[in-house]
């Protein structure tokens, strides 16, 4: 079987957990407030709070934005469940913005279409690890004094025109759980901003809103744990490494199926840097094709399933909104095995399967 995905765990973080047992300093200690000081490094921002989850993150940055009661949030409807989750538990709206079929993110002309006085947060999503258009987002936010909440989760080190993931909103939300391009092995995240207000505020928020032991607001306790945290500042010094072994895979995808008629293969901006958390092909035959690798012993999956504005609980919140490009998208997606480990061979093998299919 050729999986999906596999995750490096090496003896350097067998150490980092090692060394945490022995400190046994196991929350609110040095290994967090070193790991949201070189994370925030690696993606170019000045500060980052460390929580546990990208859940949280996407959640403690919206309260911390101030979105309450009846705030309209624009989102995209094709990406993980957790990132509307956390528009509804914040006690905003979530308003579905179509997308751009090359980027899979928001598409900036449907984004304008869905401002109203009411809009608090645009929250594009930097999908499969491209970074969405942040030029026109941007503008558009500036234009009417919108905040933006970038959902990083799946693009550690992602660059757009030389900036990283994190660099352009007001806030940034990465998720440190297994699969992503960095890990803590197990739940984990981090907040990243510009702004320290911000950053102290979710630094309130996840410690049961103290500041300086002072209660000062209504907190929850979304810590991330020393010993993650360590796992985390021992994986992360390995993203770059990783990221050019994925930027690798999708070069020898790219390379064989390049030519074949039916597949359209992931789009990149020139100048920008894409990490292939996954590499998503389009196709019209997408649900034979995943079937056939499926007999061949090759695992590709289809994400994201369903529309967000069709879920049950979604539809409760907010109105019906018409999304044809999302619509079309989502028959045709398919993302295919890659990792920062996986063998070359092994893509090499699922690109003649893929090939063999077509022809
Ligand atoms: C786009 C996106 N947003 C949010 C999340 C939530 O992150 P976590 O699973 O760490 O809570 C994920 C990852 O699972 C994700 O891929």
Known sequence: MIPRTTVDISDKELEAVKRVLKSCQFVKGKEAQLLEEEFASLQGVKFAATVNSGTSALHLSLLALGVHQDDEVILAPNTFAATVN???IAGGIPIFSDINPETFSLDSESVKEKITDKTKVILPVHLYGLISNMDSISEIA??????ILEDACQSHGAEYQGRRAGSFGDLAAFSFFPTKNATVAGDGGIVVSNNEQLIEKIKALRDHGRIKNQHVVAGLNNRLSEILAAIGRSHITKLEQFNEHRRKIAKVYNDNLKDLPGVVLPFELEGSKHVYHLYTIKTDRRDELKNYLKDKGIGSKVMYPERLNDL???KKVTKYQDMPVNDKVSK????????GTLELSLIEKVCSEIINFFT
């Open 86 to 88: 956390a528009v509804i």
């Open 142 to 147: 500036n234009n009417h004094d919108i905040a």
């Open 332 to 339: 045709q997606i398919l993302s295919l095995p890659i990792s």
């Open 312 to 314: 049950d609980y979604v």
